[in-house]
């Protein structure tokens, strides 16, 4: 087995990899984010013309936008416009929804409950006992802090 050189490492993963056009990626991230965010609003605008409350209307939007990720993640369109927008798709919440889907999708043929059920958790178990877990003790922190 060769040894390689560090000069001779970093030469092959400069030819493997050429630099990505920074400023174009910055832009494309800015304007399908924006337009995220723009969807979002007009769903907000929409629920509050149908007589929501402005709180009720963000939970909605929020379900709305989780459910239109999963929707365009099942049926393979997010990995599509995520190959153009990049960083602009992760906006938390619909970033989310597809990194909970696409695990599920993959075992779809185990079938509902040993692929889709068991795998649909793979991403958001962890992050909802981390969140859990954080909370409790920021919570008991501040408890303690406010009896001294």
């Not at 889907?101 to 409950?113: D, R």
Request: proline share 4%; with cysteine.
């Amino acid at each position: 087995m060769k040894t390689v050189s560090k000069q001779e490492y970093s030469q092959r993963v400069k030819e493997a990899s050429p630099p990505s056009p920074v400023g174009k990626d910055c832009l494309l991230a800015f304007l399908f984010g924006g337009f995220i965010c723009t969807v979002g609003q007009a769903l907000c605008n929409l629920y509050q013309g149908m007589g929501l409350e402005l709180k009720d209307a963000r939970s909605l939007v929020a379900i709305s936008l989780i459910f239109i990720s999963a929707a365009f993640t099942a049926i393979g369109w997010y990995d599509q416009i995520a190959k153009h927008a990049g960083a602009g798709v992760l906006v938390p919440i619909t970033g989310f929804a597809n990194s909970m889907v696409s695990p599920a999708m993959e075992f779809k043929t185990e079938g509902f409950i040993t692929g889709l059920g068991a795998k649909l958790f793979t991403v958001a178990g962890p992050v909802l006992v981390f969140g859990i877990t954080a909370s409790v003790v920021f919570g008991l922190v501040l408890w303690i802090i406010q009896l001294i």
